[in-house]
């Protein structure tokens, strides 16, 4: 008997006895009991151990005034005087008959015996028996979690604690969640977040049972065999990341994004395990069939923090957000700019400014490792730990606006050029359309491993984005750089770009082991315009459009 059958009959056999067990149970404790010869004996056995228990309870009853009224000895003070009682000389010669006491003697002894001590021994082993019998069938409430974190959860039940650092028990009642998220964290370093309205219990260090709503798990190596328990379905991990999703009318969807899974369920009076590895989602219905479903990656929240009210749900992160001030699933706020030259996050814009192209950490932004202005005349730093652009091209050394994110309309606004930044008529800047606007010459360098930090680890794989100079309708031609580095390497760079208007497409892959994303834009360094315009602060104006950090 496997560990899941074990669980399982245990789990059926307890409600068999208790008399709450359901119908659709009954049907599949039945067909384990004709299916494993193991099973059918663990039921016989309990069933032997429950009907021994109820027959002990009038015995208890009869016997108990006269043993208690009698002088007993408690087991403690059996083992205090096997501690202190004389010892007995044994002959060391002599033959066997030597040793045998006289038939007087041996009945003199017999008849000096009292029976109360013996009754003691006996109903303190049957009652040890049922002690340990009670602890087996009806588990005694064990600190196994903790809840973590919680975002506007409230709880039908009245002395159910649903802020952070609460400790969470077995053997307690059902908690319905009628709103909000909490996230549990078991002592195993399994972590679960459950979006209500639901209803959960947790019965034991490795398994919760969801009546209905979303549960999203997190199972880490020392956790595998966490499992979760449905109205129809065990859905037992293997070392993964997967959302449950149970509804009142016995419904179950198990959604796989990473590892692998075996879901349990019967049906037609048989047991079937049915593996669901990552990328895939499974639909087990109120009579245990199982059909493929589209996965879902975006529907179970596998992250919160309630200090900055984050609720993620699986989809990218929007990076124009990000550098901007916010979370990356909001616009984040237009109105903050920075400023290259000096890596402070301002209202007030800085104009054409011929700096050194030093690194300037920005310390207003956790997620903002630094920005510069750069220039491949000298070693040219992007991040705080000291990674070099090697590649970067000469440039004039001229900035000519700040760094902004999702700019609003017409804030470049002046008497010959209009301010709102668009290509194709689609207007930037918003939520919908987000961008990250970056006049030549601006490199801004973001930190991974903080955005994965809040993220709950989940991986970043991909940067993606569309990169272009906006057409605001200025007389002059352009010539800018585009490039995307990571830890300083390029993977990214298309140097001259000399057409307004047009966007083009760029992915990067993103490893683990991955730190920094640095995004730059430079000028074209020309020679061959009129001296008035031989600098970056000509119509430079390199968009990044829709900029997103794809996480898995």
């Known amino acids: 008997m496997d560990k899941t059958a074990e669980l399982l009959i245990h789990e059926l056999v307890n409600k068999s006895l208790e008399g709450t067990i359901a119908q659709a149970e009954i049907q599949q404790l039945n067909h384990l009991l004709v299916s494993d010869p193991q099973c059918a004996a663990y039921y016989v056995s309990c069933v032997r151990l429950h009907f021994a228990i109820s027959k002990t309870g009038p ?20 083992a205090d005087y096997e501690m202190t009682a004389p010892g007995i000389e044994i002959p060391k010669n002599g033959i066997e008959d030597d040793l045998k006491p006289a038939a007087g003697i041996e009945q003199a002894r017999a008849a000096t015996i009292s029976k109360t001590p013996l009754m003691t021994v006996l109903i303190s082993c049957a009652a040890l028996l049922m002690v340990l019998i009670y602890i087996y069938l009806k588990p005694v409430a064990m600190e196994v979690a903790t809840l973590t974190d919680a975002v506007d ?19 307690q009642p059902p908690v319905i969640l009628t709103r909000g998220i909490v996230k549990l964290l078991y002592d195993n370093d399994v972590e679960v977040l459950i979006e209500a309205p639901a209803e959960y219990q947790i019965q034991s260090s490795d398994l919760i049972r969801l009546n209905y709503g979303r549960l999203f798990a997190r199972v880490s190596e020392a956790g595998k065999g966490f499992s979760v328990l449905t109205r129809n379905t065990k859905i037992v991990d293997l070392g993964t990341e997967f959302g449950v999703y149970a509804d009142t009318l016995n419904k179950t969807e198990l959604h796989v ?20 590895i990552g990328g895939q989602a499974r639909e087990i219905n109120a009579v245990g069939q199982a059909r493929d479903i589209h996965l879902k990656k975006d529907v179970f929240v ?25 979370n990356g699933l909001e616009a984040g706020r237009s109105t903050v700019r920075i400023d290259p030259t000096s890596g402070f996050m301002q209202a007030m814009p800085q104009i054409d400014c ?13 997620f903002v490792d630094g920005v ?43 008497s010959i050029r209009q301010g709102t930044i668009q290509f194709d008529g ?5 939520s919908g359309c987000p961008c990250i606007v970056m006049h030549a010459n601006i490199g801004v360098t973001v930190d991974l491993d903080a955005i994965r930090a809040l993220y709950a680890d989940n991986r970043i794989t991909r940067f993606i984005s569309r990169a272009g100079i906006a057409d605001l ?44 994303l640095t995004l730059v834009t430079t000028d074209g360094g020309d020679v061959d315009i009129p001296e008035a315009y031989k600098r970056s602060i000509t119509c430079d104006w390199c968009v990044f459009a829709e900029p997103v950090l794809v996480m898995e």
């Open 153 to 171: 959860a409230q709880s039908l039940n009245a002395n159910t604690i649903l802020s952070p650092g609460a400790r969470l028990l077995t053997a």
């Open 59 to 78: 015995l208890l009853r009869e016997h108990g005034y006269q043993c208690t009224s009698d002088s007993v000895l408690s087991l403690q003070e059996f």
């Open 257 to 276: 994004f990473k590892g692998k899974t075996t879901a349990v369920a019967s049906v037609n009076n048989s047991v079937q395990n049915i593996g669901v």
């Open 302 to 326: 596998r992250a919160i923090d309630s200090k900055t009210n984050l609720i993620w749900r699986g989809q990218g992160l929007n990076l124009a957000d990000l550098v901007g001030g916010g």
């Open 426 to 430: 689609q207007v930037f800047g918003n």
């Open 372 to 414: 510069f202005v750069p220039d491949g005349d000298t070693e040219q730093v992007v991040s705080s730990r000291g990674d070099i652009f090697r590649g970067c091209p000469p440039t004039s050394g001229v900035t000519h606006t700040d760094l902004i994110a999702n700019p609003q309309a017409e804030i470049f606004k002046t």
């Open 354 to 366: 011929t700096v050194p192209n030093t690194f300037h950490p920005v310390s207003q932004n956790v």
């Open 473 to 516: 309708q200025e007389p002059y031609p352009c010539n800018a750089g585009f490039w995307i580095l990571i830890d300083g390497q390029t993977r990214y760079g298309n140097r001259h770009v000399r057409q307004k208007g047009v966007l083009q497409d760029v992915a990067v892959e993103i490893r683990d082991s991955d730190r920094f």
